[in-house]
Each structure stands twice: as C-alpha cells, then as structure tokens.
C-alpha cells in the first residue's frame, strides 16, 4: 500500500550533477533505513548508499566522495546527491526503504529512474 515515488534521473555530461529523490506515499509508514541500489544493463542490482533513520550513513567504495545520501523524515522522502558523474554511474537508480506500517516491519522499491552519464 506505500509506495515510493521516484524523481530526478536524466541524462548529463561527465562531470555534471543530479539529485534523485525518493518519497514514500503513506505518512503513517515510519521509515528506519533508506537507501539507493543501481543496475546497469547486463549486471546485477548493487548497493550505492544506505542512510539509517539516525542519519548514520554508508556508501559503496566507488561513490565515497562524490554522492551524498541524505533524508527528510518530516516528507518522508530520501535524496542522493551526485556530483562528479562518471560513465560508469550510468544505470537505474532504485529507492528502497525499510520500516513499520502499524505494527508490520515492510520492505519497499521504487520503480527506478534512468540517469544516463555521457562521455
């Protein structure tokens, strides 16, 4: 019933900047973690950043650096900051987020967005 609505992919220079954001549609949903995983095509989903509900955060080797994860609990919403994008970002960018629903521990995805990095 939560679902998670993302924004911000596109396409940009090498060098260039986006900022993804990934708001959950329920505000009863109390969120614990949230994060961004990415898949290029031919490869398997993989972690990019993870930010805890303590605003603890954690990042993949090859983004430390250049990416900022960073959350709003009041919009219920997560953003990841990319800056110095590299060919090699380019993938579907995917918003998940852990947390209770009433009483329920859930688990959520976002549809994906695009972000296309040229050379």
């Known amino acids: 019933q939560v679902q998670l609505v993302e924004s911000g992919g596109g396409l940009v220079q090498a060098g260039g900047s986006l900022r993804l954001s990934c708001a959950a549609s329920k505000s009863s949903f109390r969120i614990n973690t949230m994060g961004w995983y990415r898949q290029a095509p031919g490869k398997q989903r993989v972690l990019v950043a993870t930010v805890a509900s303590g605003a603890r955060t954690n990042y993949e080797d090859s983004v430390k650096g250049r990416f900022t994860i960073s959350r709003d609990n009041a919009k219920n919403t997560v953003y990841l900051q990319m800056n110095s994008l590299k060919p090699e970002d380019t993938a579907v960018y995917y918003c998940?987020?852990?947390?209770?629903?009433?009483?329920?521990?859930?688990?959520?995805w976002g549809q994906g967005t695009q972000v296309t990095v040229s050379s």
């Open positions: 998940y987020t852990n947390g209770v629903l009433g009483s329920t521990i859930m688990t959520y």
